[in-house]
Nanobody, 126 residues
Framework: EVQLVESGGGLVQAGGTLRLSCIVS????????VGWFRQAPGKEREAISS????????YYADSVKGRFTISSDNAKSTLYLQMDSLKPEDTAVYYC???????????????????WGQGTQVTVSP
């Protein structure tokens, strides 16, 4: 059984930083795409970043480009999202996800997801 467990969310002031982690069990990182989504209250779930765990190519949504950095530690089956220069509009529940079918991070969206984490709340105060 595949399980994804996020951690690292919390409350931070605008301009601050957080680092999210996602430990994946039951799934070996290979030529796969793993990444992050977020969902703010009343909004649709947004694909924000992904990475191919063999070639380490990445994708970032325009809303986070230049501020967020995705990485993976394949030996630890762990995915990270370093979030810098946080803004109040980054407030959302953040979900990690994996796809065993997708090869290109640029195509990252919910239709490719094979498993989801439970989510972690990120709140950015003004």
């Amino acid at each position: 059984e595949v399980q994804l467990v996020e951690s690292g969310g919390g409350l931070v002031q605008a301009g601050g930083t957080l680092r999210l982690s996602c430990i994946v069990s039951g799934f070996r990182f290979g030529d796969d795409v793993v990444g992050w989504f977020r969902q703010a209250p009343g909004k649709e779930r947004e694909a924000i970043s992904s990475i191919n765990t063999k070639y380490f190519s990445t994708y970032y949504a325009d809303s986070v480009k230049g501020r967020f950095t995705i990485s993976s530690d394949n030996a630890k089956s762990t995915l990270y999202l370093q979030m810098d220069s946080l803004k109040p509009e980054d407030t959302a529940v953040y979900y990690c996800a994996i796809s065993g079918r997708l090869l290109r991070p640029s195509q990252w969206d919910h239709t490719w997801v094979d498993a989801w984490g439970q989510g972690t709340q990120v709140t950015v105060s003004p």
